[in-house]
């Protein structure tokens, strides 16, 4: 028994992506230790193609998973094709996680959306996939829906 | 693989004898106590037997103790037993911020009745000031309770002082002394409480059973109502091989009462002073001085509680976490947070509580599994852990 799939658990155990790269073109942290979970998001972009991306995660088992998960999803891909994905989407591909560590998957999407802009800022581009997308927004822990607490 | 079980505070394996005593009330002695005839009466006298042997633990008369269905509606029963009895007299509640959600739920559920309730804060330690307290008393208190225990930081409360100054006042005073039993020594004449919660699982008896001491001469409501069970003031069918099997485990735990104490606190000081020395940017949370034997909180500093209770998992180790991704509400630990631990350092608490099957190699299993855990998930942490926050 485990508490999460299996896929989730190999992701969890076996993290792709984990660390920093020597010089990023674009980094982005979400998250605050103070609401529990942080993550780091570093990317290498070549010709609007995200050529490697490294994560660091201080957060759950889910929240170091999805990071794995998302970045991997992200190499190799156009920027504008790599905004398109969401977080729903890094919870499809990890075969589910439960509805309560949702939010640590939120974490990985946003913190890519901000390692983009990063770039997008620094080198001067506009990409449609970040329309009305706010770089400077904290973690909002009362956004979270009321999840009972059933101890 | 090793399998090492550090989370006796959560529940406790049935030992072996408790275990024998139990099984022929499953089938030859299935008796209904209340019946007249032989194998009820039987039934009676080993409801009684165990009554006895619950009484003698905690130095109680065995009229004074009343089975349950578990520490949860013993804790439910002195609530609400109290609260109604005395709302004539006003309804006012004094307990504290670190309560078992069997308490802190059962107030909510009251505060919405028109009930008022004080949570008193603790100190650094976890301990209950006594002046606190007293200045919290009104003259429509009626009710307050605090646990002699805290599950989490095994924090012990002064509560021979909290009981005497409830009763200069004239208010009932209940502690939860689930955590307690067998781990620290109960008197309830010294103590001077009022109303005592107890629970068979966590000294290695049955689940689904426990118990409230209420003392002589003290009214109540009752809270499970139909039957003449328990004295008239537990309505239900005793579920007896489980509190055989409570009686017997507390015979043990009163016979091994100094030999378990030893055992666990030598174990626990060994594990933290190892798991301190040995991984870097580590905190014991809690009183040392007042504290559970068994009972060890430490945070991990950058890492977050739950990665490191999964990854224990898989090396076979069981123990828990405050953290907030880990509770279903992700809030982190209230205990924690009553002592003053930032929510960042809660995130990397762990909580580990030794027993008695414990041993000093799986204290040594443990230490090396949790270095090599903690340095894993501190390469993949987002905090520098050279910098720190
Ligand atoms: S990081 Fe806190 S629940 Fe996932």
């Known amino acids: ?111 890519i959306k901000k390692a983009i802009w990063d770039y997008a800022d620094k080198h001067g581009k506009t990409y449609k996939g970040l329309e009305g997308f706010d770089p400077f927004q904290e973690e909002d822990p009362d956004a979270e829906e009321e999840i009972p607490d059933e101890e | 693989m090793r399998k090492v079980y550090l989370d006796y505070s959560a529940t406790t394996p049935v030992k072996e004898e408790v275990l024998k005593e139990m099984l022929p009330f499953y089938t030859e002695n299935f008796g209904n106590p209340s019946s007249l005839y032989s194998i009820g009466l039987e039934a009676k006298e080993a409801v009684e037997n165990a009554r006895s042997q619950v009484a003698s633990l905690i130095n109680a008369s065995p009229r004074e103790v009343y089975f349950t269905a578990g520490g949860s509606e013993a804790d439910n029963w002195a609530v609400f037993g109290a609260c109604d009895a005395f709302k004539e007299k006003g309804n006012h509640i004094i307990t504290t911020e670190i309560e078992h959600h069997a308490m802190l739920h059962t107030f909510e559920f009251l505060a919405k009745r028109g009930y008022d309730v004080t949570y008193l804060p603790v100190e650094e330690d976890g301990r209950v000031n006594p002046k606190v307290f007293e200045d919290a008393i009104t003259d429509k208190t009626i009710f307050a309770s605090v646990m002699l225990v805290n599950n989490e930081i095994g924090t012990i409360e002064p509560i021979k002082e909290l009981a005497k100054i409830a009763k200069e006042h004239g208010v009932i005073f209940h502690t939860d002394a689930v955590q307690a039993l067998g781990n620290v020594p109960i008197d309830v004449k010294d103590l001077g409480v009022d109303l005592l919660s107890m629970s068979s ?76 020395r040995r991984i870097p940017d580590t905190y014991y949370n809690g009183s040392k001085e007042f504290r559970h034997p068994g009972n060890a909180n430490i945070t991990f500093e950058y890492i977050e509680g739950e990665a490191m209770l999964i990854l224990l998992d898989q090396k076979g180790i069981s123990i828990s976490t405050g953290s907030a991704c880990s509770s279903k509400s992700l809030k982190p630990s209230h205990v924690l947070s009553a002592i003053g631990i930032p929510v960042t350092r809660i995130h990397g608490s762990l909580r580990l509580t030794v027993g008695d099957p414990t041993t000093k190699e799986d204290i040594d299993y443990v230490v090396d599994s949790l270095e090599e855990v903690v340095s894993r998930l501190r390469q993949i942490s987002s905090v520098d852990t050279k910098k720190g926050w």
Do not use: W
């Open chain 2, 201 to 276: 699982h966590k000294i290695y008896g049955p689940k689904g059973e426990g118990a409230l001491y209420i003392r002589k001469g003290l009214k109540i409501s009752n809270f499970v109502h139909g039957g003449a069970q328990e004295m008239g003031k537990r309505a239900g069918t005793e579920n007896l091989p489980a509190i055989v099997g409570f009686g017997k485990a507390a015979e043990l735990a009163k016979e091994n009462f100094d030999e378990h104490v030893k055992h666990l606190s030598e174990l626990r000081d060994y594990m933290v002073s190892e798991i301190l």
């Open chain 1, 1 to 111: 028994m485990a508490l999460y799939n299996d896929i989730v658990m190999d992701h969890f155990l076996n993290p792709k992506n984990v660390g920093e790269l020597e010089n990023p073109d674009g980094q982005g942290v979400y998250g605050s230790p103070v609401c529990g979970d942080m993550m780091q998001i570093q990317i290498k972009v070549e010709d609007d193609v995200i050529t490697d991306a490294r994560f660091k995660t201080f957060g759950c088992g889910s929240a170091i998973a999805s990071s794995s998960m998302a970045t991997s999803m992200i190499i190799g891909k156009e920027i504008e094709d790599a905004l398109k994905i969401t977080n729903k989407d890094v919870i499809d591909a990890l075969g589910g996680l439960p509805p309560v560590k949702h939010h640590c998957s939120v974490l990985a999407d946003v913190a």
